[in-house]
């Protein structure tokens, strides 16, 4: 029942505050099937945010590169602080492959103040993801857009990240709290 508590708390309440030092935007993209616009927008406007300009990455599966870089730039990413962290190919990448990634990456591995952006229904998820994965002296806030579905769309989805989350965490691949 706390999961599910989790998921309408997160319905109800306002979006996180993203820090002013935050040091990167992570924007975790969904399968290559379909870009989603709304995620990018909200990385982008969260970069606006900030006094300072860091690297916003945008973390998602080989076939999507070239669309979201071409994307990025059409939006008016600044080039020089865009980057595109290739997580495998789809079937391969997940949640899980592009905190790996995150980690590994020269350019990202050292940053210690993260704003993760995704949907707002696999905050859960990503919030004990990056708990599992990220150092523990990595802060970092997720932030969600919401993703448009009706609320029939949103139940199903809701109820897939609960047993992906239960599942997940009984295995060891994800926290099974969020930090």
């Not at 508590?5 to 993209?29: A, C, R």
């Not at 865009?82 to 997940?94: E, I, M, P, S, W």
């Not at 523990?136 to 897939?160: H, I, K, Y």
Request: glycine share 6%; charged share 25%.
């Amino acid at each position: 029942m706390d999961l599910v508590n989790e998921f309408i708390d997160l319905y109800k309440s306002s979006p996180e505050t993203v820090p002013k030092n935050t040091d990167g935007i992570v924007v975790l993209m969904g399968p290559a099937r379909r870009v989603d616009i709304s995620r990018i927008n909200l990385g982008l406007n969260i970069l606006r945010t900030l006094s300072n300009p860091v690297p916003i990455i945008f973390s998602g599966v080989t076939e999507e590169r070239e669309e979201i870089l071409s994307l990025m730039e059409r939006l008016g990413s600044p080039k020089s602080l865009t980057h595109f962290q290739d997580c495998g190919k789809t079937g391969v990448a997940n949640t899980k492959t592009q905190f790996e990634t995150l980690i590994a990456d020269p350019l990202t591995k050292d940053l210690r103040r993260l704003a993760i952006v995704t949907s707002v229904w696999h905050i859960p998820r990503v919030k004990r993801t990056a708990a599992k994965f990220l150092p523990p002296e990595t802060r970092f806030v997720v932030a969600g857009n919401p993703d448009g579905s009706n609320d029939c769309d949103s139940f199903v989805l809701v109820m897939g990240e609960i047993r992906k989350i239960i599942e997940y965490s009984a295995r060891g691949d994800i926290s099974a709290k969020p930090r």
